[in-house]
């Protein structure tokens, strides 16, 4: 379980919420990042497993939460991420 602490701190790292640019190059950090980890460290399965579960969990409760993809809605003029309370 050595290798969890290397991977579920990226799951705590916070989203740019400022700039749409912002958020493609988070999200392109965040899958180099675990892509270099499993290709360097190769963490065991039950590691594996439990980082991938905690990411789709994320990824399934709420959307805008989820670091591997960019996503938010634009203001009128297209630079800022509008924040919609839902």
Not at 29 to 56: D, H, K, N, Q, T
Request: charged share 15%; with cysteine; hydrophobic share 50%.
């Amino acid at each position: 379980m050595y290798c969890l602490q290397w991977l579920i701190p990226v799951l705590l790292i916070p989203k740019p919420w400022l700039h749409p640019s912002l958020l493609f190059e988070h999200a392109m950090f965040v899958w180099f990042y675990v892509l270099g980890f499993f290709m360097e460290r190769r963490p065991c399965y039950i590691c594996s497993l439990i980082f991938f579960a905690a990411v789709a969990f994320l990824c399934y409760s709420d959307r805008d939460a989820c670091v591997f993809w960019p996503g938010c809605t634009t203001d009128k003029n297209g630079e800022q991420c509008e924040y919609i309370s839902r």
